[in-house]
């Protein structure tokens, strides 16, 4: 019996409340305040096996639209079970002729896996502004590193599909197109910062909804 | 003219070499120490878009073996483009009946997505030892957070393949059947840390090769 | 009089409530729910010296158990001064033949320093598979480096005693036995996972309390 | 309008609550219990642009007293914008022959530029003790590395301005004379740590308003 | 004399080459191979106060150009002696009218301070594509958080300057028109990621001398 | 023979150098030019398990000398083994009256277990400038934030040995009295700076053989 209750003794010290938080996971409490590295945990009693698996982007995303193209995240912000875990993935499924604008994403570098049909992808170095363009296959695999400005369009004649993983539960997403045009970013200073025409501004600020 | 020159001088100012490799991307010069940041950085002048993309996981790994399984690593070893930007992914096959036995990576958690049949996967909380397992389905997604023991099973009929990310270049991968029974582990110490029997430890040794 | 007015608005500039929490320290409040990084910290203005000591390893563990030995932590748990500083302790104690059976810590490399006695220690490589194994002497220092699998036998004829630092306020133990056997993983799930015979499973499951 | 509508279901994926408040920014929640990673973030509705400008020290410190300087702190204590975000700055005004006391910052490495006037600069290293003085005049930057004792004079003829970046939200400043002769650490136990004379000792508690 | 003995064997102790260069400082040997944490270091004993002081933006930058601004970084390229040390700097400079482009920085946030006349100033989110503006004045301070696109405008009278500082030794810069228009990067593919008009591409790769 | 042989394979794509060396450990190359992160790794080849133990602190330091008391670290410069592990020790030794003059480690926390006798220990928060001080006992622990000045006295009749463990491989030491005293830092400067009278400082300087 001794031995027994050793056993548990150790178990106990080692499960304190904080060591079965902080260490192991810390599913996200999306109901509480966040802060910088993240959300609070929700009580390890409350955990189920449920908060570790995401279902949500199971199916392809609606390519019926303007990019014939969709992106669906798991974030933490869709998928609690990241959060403070340094990781996080989305689906991208493209038509054929579908594209993913131009964007970046702030916070973390992207590794790309193409899942079906192929992809022509690159990004733009920052310090050289050299451009790195490749046509990515089924199986294959391509590297976005931190912060720098890339694209996926699906040149081939079938739908595409590929999961890209990031290394923060919170990568974010900067479409550039979005940035400049889907907003109330006045056109006057859009066209002093971007060098673009005014009539290309007003066009696109058209298509995309943004007023100003 | 002016304005030209300036902008060019303003690139000669943002791509010095330390820019171009340290802000963007360091290929790894595998040929190079180590250090516990990574790889030295291949020249940036002889980087060309081939070194983001990895082509070494697109065709399924052999199953035909004990495990019916096999694991096929895109880590920083493989694929030098990852060095420095914090992940990395490998491919998982698994025949009917394949399992991925249970095993750590001990520098960071791992997100799973299946992209073929289904999968039986769970990890074991190391506070209170307690098990979350789940069936994770074709495009469903797991999380197995960092350090913790955890395995892959195909418990269906069909083949079955999951591509799993880390949140490192690096994850490292420590099976527990190969640390303990696949070197030259003393069996009597092996038997003292474990608990295991005699006859247990030999058997395994025999099959995995292990000595002493 | 103006240099003592100036030099407390330096103090006041200084001490803000961010100041004085974030920068020094983050004592712990265990009752607010912990996030990613650590908990939240105690008002500074409730801190006190008793705050940064903790007593309650100072006395041996008790030894008379199953493995002739015990560990006392004192994580952020049981000190909640260690709150957001990178480090913790734990005590080990072991009657001779004690064992602290083969564990990892997810979280953090661990660093043994003997003070009584001597132990057999030694970790598995997860990349080789390769074991290093070696006795440490009294005063002598052992480093395990973070998430592989490690032991530490008690080989002498008296007590021993050693303090092992981690660097984390929180590193975790995942005890193999207590995984594998202390909780209701299913024996088949088990013995698929590690290549275990049924019976050697059944018996430990019996030993250390596990169910199914 | 299809397209306008996927527009916004993308804005939507990527505008969670989780994504809106980590990925781009956290401003401070002062009145919220701050964490080892800063505080909790201001609800992101709530978010102007004024929280990302602050004016706090757009005018020189008043230099009338004992140093003939002023520290004016802009850290996350004072500018929650800053909050997770890793830098902060400070301006310091120094009238001729002011004097910033030796002090380091625990938390962060400070960049120092010069705007107005000259100063003389210098810092101590931890290793060597070597000490590294140089005149820094207007437009010149210097750096001190994290956590080393420093200081900045005015040896010049006319008032002197810097701004001093950090890397940390909240660097903390730990001014030697305030730690030793600003509160009640005993005369007696600072003549013990420090090798001073107790009528130096209790001549600077004196002046700084110390006590014991 | 045995005292004296006994500090400089401490000091020897905690002199030895690593604590001397890792510690404190590390400045950059930039003839040497890069590496994800930066460069390695200088030899210690080679290293004087001119290594930590840095007077190459203390001039103006030449405004004579196509957006009336300069930008002039400190990054670790031009001064070594921050390698390592988490933070950077950089001079602007703006003509009246002057412009920087917009522009992100992947690696750090980035921290405003104006110390000539003033500028107009905004950042866009990334999650809900809010655009935040503000005029900074004289001694007035701007955080623009990591990876966004933001930019600098001097929409006063006068000639304008700021010190830019991040939390990062290379903060990188990517520049919208360079990357977009100042390479080869293909009109076409141009065209298709962003959904500007091909007259328009055209036209602004003419001006930045682009090509493709 | 089949499994063998993928077990093998399956070993072999995993012990890639990259992978061997950077995931488990990275011994320290003393030889080699040192980064930011630590040094450059010794061949995984060529390491055993003598690289994982230090036997250097065993003994008591010499305290036969002015403080009465000595300091014996055990930090990657004397055990390289630690290198990018994040953590490191150092062995204390005090005669009755010793003490550890007031000091900082600029990059760790420190965390001080007593194993014989008893210390008076403290220090000084940076903020409030408040001075926390308790006497630990034999098994006690007490903990330092990290870059705040604190201090270790012996009080007691007898000798104490503690040992400090640090959140670094290499947290580095700046002994004030050293700092100040100990080296060509000229006496006017010190006195600007510190407010200390020329006697004080002279004196001190001609006990630490300091110059200027």
């Not at 081939?156 to 907003?183: C, E, H, M, R, Y």
Request: aromatic share 8%.
């Amino acid at each position: 019996m001794l031995h027994i209750l050793f056993l548990f003794s150790l178990l106990l010290l080692s499960s304190s409340p904080s060591t079965s938080n902080a260490l192991d996971f810390c599913v996200a409490d999306l109901s509480a305040a966040e802060g910088p590295a993240g959300f609070p945990c929700k009580a390890a009693a409350n955990v189920t096996a449920d908060d570790f698996v995401f279902t949500g982007i199971a199916k392809a995303g609606n390519t019926t639209n303007i990019i014939s193209a969709a992106v669906s995240p798991a974030f933490v912000g869709q998928f609690p079970g990241l959060n403070g875990l340094g990781i996080s993935i989305a689906r991208l499924d493209l038509a054929p002729g579908g594209v993913i604008p131009i964007h970046t994403h702030p916070a973390a570098s992207e590794l790309l896996v193409v899942t079906h049909g192929h992809l022509l992808a690159g990004f733009i170095s920052s310090s050289s502004n050299k451009v790195y363009i490749k046509k990515v296959n089924k199986g294959e695999i391509m590297i976005f590193p931190q912060g720098l400005l890339h694209f996926q369009i699906n040149a081939g004649k079938n739908a595409a599909t590929a999961f890209v993983s990031f290394g923060s539960p919170n990568p974010g997403l900067q479409i550039l197109d979005f940035a400049l045009f889907a907003n109330d970013f006045p056109s006057k200073l859009v066209e002093t910062v971007t060098f673009l025409d005014d009539a290309q501004v007003k066009k696109l600020k058209g298509v995309l909804g943004g007023t100003g």
